[in-house]
């Protein structure tokens, strides 16, 4: 009887060990569950409240700055797009969006007010003109109004307001407001004094880019597109850089502008038409159809070679480089006349050779825009230093100043002695 009774304790705990074991598996799993579901809810809710990215692209415009007068911009239809989530945001959705983004609205009263009824144009872009406001607290701003009859305008009005309603950096053009208001969209950015970048290269009217000047800007440039490659969170793709869209303060310090056709990366909708601007555009992507973060390299690369020959890219530029890649001092047969004798030849082909990178066939086999930045930086570094030593005395003038200094203090010591004798 013993053992029996020994064997039913034994079962008894086993079953009970068992039953522990079974409701905390069925604890934890629920538990698993419901963390499971509540995860994807917040998955699905984060999508839901995710920036709409522009799916067809159109002319590209800029702000405070006239495009080129010839420019041809790309508009090309390739398979139709997928529907995606993003595709079916109805107008208080977008609404929501823009209201959350940060940025001061503005009625329409007060800008008519701040523009003087829109009577001072600064420039005219696809986009719609942009006109000089002079805000209530007294500072000067662009005003860039939706043309009515723009049919991707929206989608541009939309995507600058969400992307720069939380990307700000020194060497990006600061978006201070918008208004939605009567029926139109605008958007109020900082004033660029001395506009864009291509009227400094191509326009007879603007006095001529130092090389001082060229290197700095594009030392800025590559800053503003590493805070977007690598600072912004996701990571932004400009998708139309090029020199209409480089804008410069009084200060003659470089800005990136016009973020329209920007998407950011981790978007990855089926899409879309080509995009961009006629001469600028990796010839990859348009094999492709993949815009990445290298196209926005061969893109900068393009502008790397304007600032050393102020030759646009919709008149021959490419074919002037690559005659000029057949021997390594070519790239001193395109130079900037403005340039001749006011610059370190030297410099100009290692600034010349960081632009080839820019633009190698293989995309994976260019830099990124951090490794660019700082080659630039160096050969920016490489000209101060070179001034530095010129400034400097030279060795036997510098003796010489030494040995005028001692005769004088010899000097006024006799001076001092007889006085006091």
């Given at each position: 009887?013993?053992?029996?009774?020994?064997?039913?304790?034994?079962?008894?705990?086993?079953?009970?060990?068992v039953g522990?074991?079974?409701?905390?598996?069925?604890?934890?799993?629920?538990r698993w569950?419901k963390?499971r579901?509540?995860?994807?809810?917040?998955?699905?809710?984060?999508?839901?409240s995710?920036?709409?990215?522009?799916?067809?692209?159109?002319d590209?415009?800029?702000?405070?700055?006239?495009?080129?007068?010839n420019?041809?911009?790309?508009?090309?239809?390739?398979?139709?797009?997928?529907t995606?989530?993003?595709?079916?945001?109805?107008?208080?959705?977008?609404?929501?969006?823009?209201?959350a983004?940060?940025?001061?609205?503005?009625?329409?009263?007060?800008?008519?007010?701040?523009?003087?009824?829109?009577?001072?144009?600064?420039?005219?872009?696809s986009?719609?003109?942009?006109?000089?406001?002079?805000?209530?607290?007294?500072?000067?701003?662009?005003?860039?109004?939706?043309?009515?009859d723009?049919?991707?305008?929206?989608n541009?009005?939309?995507?600058?307001?969400?992307?720069?309603?939380?990307?700000?950096?020194r060497?990006l053009v600061?978006l201070?407001?918008?208004?939605?208001?009567?029926?139109?969209?605008m958007?109020?950015?900082?004033y660029?004094?001395n506009?864009?970048?291509?009227?400094?290269?191509?326009?007879?009217?603007?006095?001529a880019?130092s090389?001082?000047?060229?290197?700095?800007?594009?030392?800025?440039?590559?800053?503003?597109?590493?805070?977007?490659?690598?600072?912004?969170?996701?990571p932004?793709?400009?998708?139309?850089?090029?020199?209409?869209?480089?804008?410069?303060?009084?200060?003659?310090?470089?800005?990136?502008?016009d973020f329209?056709?920007?998407?950011?990366?981790?978007?990855?909708g089926?899409?879309s038409?080509?995009?961009?601007?006629?001469?600028?555009i990796?010839p990859?992507?348009?094999?492709?159809?993949?815009?990445?973060?290298?196209?926005?390299?061969?893109s900068?690369?393009?502008?790397?070679?304007?600032?050393?020959?102020?030759?646009h890219?919709?008149?021959?530029?490419i074919?002037?480089?690559?005659?000029?890649?057949?021997s390594?001092?070519?790239?001193d047969?395109i130079?900037?006349?403005?340039?001749?004798?006011?610059?370190?030849?030297?410099?100009?082909r290692?600034?010349?050779?960081?632009?080839?990178?820019?633009?190698?066939?293989?995309?994976?086999?260019?830099?990124?825009?951090?490794?660019v930045?700082?080659?630039?930086?160096?050969?920016?570094?490489?000209?101060?230093?070179?001034?530095?030593?010129?400034?400097?005395?030279?060795?036997?003038?510098?003796s010489?100043?030494?040995?005028?200094?001692?005769?004088?203090?010899?000097q006024?010591?006799?001076?001092?002695?007889i006085?006091e004798?």
């Amino acid at each position: 009887m013993v053992h029996k009774a020994d064997l039913v304790i034994i079962g008894v705990c086993v079953g009970v060990a068992v039953g522990i074991l079974l409701a905390s598996l069925a604890f934890f799993g629920i538990r698993w569950y419901k963390r499971r579901a509540h995860l994807r809810k917040c998955e699905n809710d984060h999508s839901a409240s995710s920036l709409p990215i522009r799916q067809n692209g159109v002319d590209t415009s800029s702000i405070l700055s006239e495009s080129f007068p010839n420019s041809v911009n790309v508009k090309v239809l390739t398979y139709p797009a997928k529907t995606s989530p993003l595709s079916k945001w109805n107008k208080n959705n977008k609404e929501q969006l823009i209201s959350a983004s940060g940025l001061p609205r503005y009625s329409y009263k007060d800008i008519q007010k701040a523009t003087k009824n829109f009577t001072t144009i600064l420039g005219q872009g696809s986009f719609g003109p942009v006109y000089k406001a002079t805000m209530p607290a007294g500072e000067v701003v662009a005003v860039k109004v939706l043309a009515s009859d723009s049919k991707q305008g929206e989608n541009e009005f939309q995507t600058e307001v969400s992307l720069l309603g939380r990307l700000h950096h020194r060497n990006l053009v600061n978006l201070v407001g918008y208004c939605v208001d009567k029926g139109q969209r605008m958007l109020i950015y900082e004033y660029m004094s001395n506009g864009s970048l291509a009227s400094f290269l191509y326009s007879e009217e603007k006095h001529a880019l130092s090389w001082q000047e060229r290197l700095q800007i594009a030392l800025d440039i590559s800053h503003g597109i590493e805070y977007l490659h690598d600072g912004a969170v996701p990571p932004v793709i400009h998708r139309d850089l090029k020199s209409a869209n480089i804008l410069l303060d009084h200060l003659m310090r470089a800005k990136v502008a016009d973020f329209g056709l920007s998407k950011e990366e981790v978007y990855d909708g089926r899409n879309s038409g080509l995009k961009g601007t006629y001469g600028y555009i990796d010839p990859v992507y348009i094999s492709t159809n993949k815009f990445t973060m290298k196209s926005d390299i061969y893109s900068f690369g393009i502008i790397l070679f304007e600032l050393i020959t102020a030759i646009h890219p919709q008149q021959n530029l490419i074919d002037y480089v690559n005659l000029a890649a057949m021997s390594s001092d070519g790239i001193d047969e395109i130079l900037d006349k403005e340039l001749v004798g006011g610059c370190d030849l030297e410099d100009v082909r290692s600034l010349a050779r960081i632009a080839h990178r820019c633009l190698h066939k293989t995309p994976r086999k260019r830099p990124s825009v951090g490794e660019v930045s700082q080659a630039i930086a160096r050969v920016q570094q490489r000209r101060l230093v070179r001034e530095d030593s010129t400034m400097s005395f030279a060795p036997e003038d510098y003796s010489g100043v030494v040995g005028c200094i001692e005769m004088q203090q010899n000097q006024l010591k006799k001076m001092t002695s007889i006085a006091e004798s």
